[in-house]
C-alpha cells in the first residue's frame, strides 16, 4: 500500500490525531454526562432541562462520529473504549449529581473544558495548514463557548 499523501506530513497528522483523540476523549466524557443528567434530572426545571440535556448529548453524538471520522482521515486509530477515553479526557466522570443546579455547574465547566481542548489542539492544525481539522476545532470551539454561556444565564451568572 502506498504511504499517505495528504498534504501534510506523517508527524503533523500525529500530533493533530493525538490531540483530536483528547477532544474525541472529552466529547465523549461529556456526552456521557449529558446523558446521565438528561436521565436523573428532578425538581422544578424538570421539564427545560430534560429536553435541554436531550439535545445536546443528541448533538455531541453525531460530533462524536465526526471527530472519530477526521482522526481516521488523518491515518490514525480513532479510540473508542472507555479506558482509552477514561485515560484520555480531562474531563471527570461525577456520577453523585442530583440537584439541577449542580448539574448545570458540572456542565458550565465540562464544555469550558472543552473548550481549552479545542484551543490547544487548533494551532497545530492551523500549523499544518490542515484546513479539515481547524475547521472542525473552530466549530466545535463555538458550539461549546455558546453552550457554556446559556448554561451560565440558567444560573443566572
Known sequence: M??????????????????????????????????????????????????????????????????????????????GSYLEFSKLSKIKEQPDVSDATAMLQVLVQSHETLVRTCREVLPLAQEAADESSAGLLADRMALHEKTAWMLRAMLGS
Do not use: C, K
Not at 493533530?16 to 422544578?44: C, E, K
Open 2 to 79: 502506498e504511504a499517505m499523501n495528504i498534504g501534510i506530513n506523517e508527524q503533523d497528522r500525529a500530533r493533530i490525531a493525538q490531540g483530536l483523540s483528547q477532544l474525541l476523549a472529552d466529547t465523549y466524557t461529556l456526552y456521557l454526562q449529558t446523558h446521565n443528567f438528561h436521565w436523573n434530572v428532578t425538581g422544578p426545571m424538570f421539564h427545560a432541562l430534560h429536553a435541554m440535556f436531550e439535545q445536546q448529548y443528541t448533538e455531541m453524538a453525531v460530533a462524536v462520529d465526526d471527530i472519530a471520522e477526521r482522526i481516521r482521515a488523518l491515518g490514525a486509530r480513532a479510540p
